[in-house]
């Protein structure tokens, strides 16, 4: 079946420090891969997607690039803020067949002074 | 838009209470999942329908859970009788089926109410 791998949590950072939480993914096909994004206290919201091979998704300064040789959606932050201490989920799905996400079990993210 | 409407925010119930949660999905969105979040267990998924038929319910727990979808722009989880293992926040999330809307490009990305946090005591 599909599943998501994330690195486990949580992860601590200084302000301004560079992020990487890693995802794997194992699919038969192509599959839609996303970032949420999940702020104590709220529910998750969509940070970033990518739909196809070599796509970069990216928002709020946040980038991911779909690796299908690697099966991989590495969530990548250049300088990180305090503003993004979250819980931050990978998910796939497939297009035009199925209407599941499948989610990562989370990557606590927190960021310090 | 409103979003995603969950109630209650909070629920303290006694074990072997009812335990009624409600949902108000985007207005035009047919498709509605619910999950159940835990430290242990993680973000897992309970139920979803399409167009307000379940589709896929092999999430749900135990049949002391149901839940229904009697129109677009409703749907209740209900767990009768509740036990202290069923604390947990709760979400409801919604999209267009398929992810596409008037045939337009994919997006698959599903709209989260902010939960309901469920304690059995």
């Known amino acids: 079946g599909n599943s998501v791998t994330q690195m486990e949590g949580p992860v601590t950072l200084s302000e301004e420090a560079f992020l990487t939480i890693n995802c794997t993914y194992t699919?038969?096909?192509?599959?839609?891969l996303f970032w949420y994004v999940q702020y104590p206290g709220e529910g998750l919201q969509l940070l970033l997607k990518?739909?196809?091979?070599?796509d970069k998704g990216s928002n709020k300064g946040f980038e991911a690039t779909y690796r299908k040789e690697t099966t991989s959606f590495h969530l990548e932050k250049g300088s990180v803020q305090v503003s993004d201490s979250a819980v931050y989920f990978c998910?796939?799905?497939?297009?035009?067949?199925?209407?599941?996400?499948?989610f990562g079990t989370g990557t606590q993210l927190k960021v310090e002074l | 838009d409103a979003g995603v409407i969950q109630s209650p925010r909070h629920e303290v119930t006694e074990m072997g209470q009812e335990v009624t949660l409600r949902c108000k999905p985007i207005?035009?969105?047919?498709?509605l999942f619910w999950y159940r979040q835990t430290m242990m267990r993680g973000l897992e998924l309970l139920i979803y329908?399409?167009?307000?038929?379940?589709?896929?319910d092999s999430g749900m727990p135990e049949d002391r859970f149901s839940a229904k979808m009697p129109n677009a722009s409703f749907s209740t989880l209900k767990i009768q009788p509740s036990e202290p293992r069923d604390s947990a926040v709760y979400f409801c999330?919604?999209?267009?089926?398929?992810?596409?809307f008037g045939g337009g490009s994919f997006t698959g990305e599903l709209f989260f109410g902010e939960g309901s946090r469920l304690t059995v005591l």
């Open positions: 207005s035009g969105h047919n498709s």
């Open positions: 999330a919604s999209r267009f089926k398929n992810g596409r």
């Open positions: 699919a038969t096909g192509y599959p839609s």
């Open positions: 998910a796939l799905i497939f297009t035009g067949g199925g209407n599941k996400l499948t």
């Open positions: 329908f399409n167009n307000n038929v379940p589709i896929d």
């Open positions: 990518a739909t196809k091979a070599d």
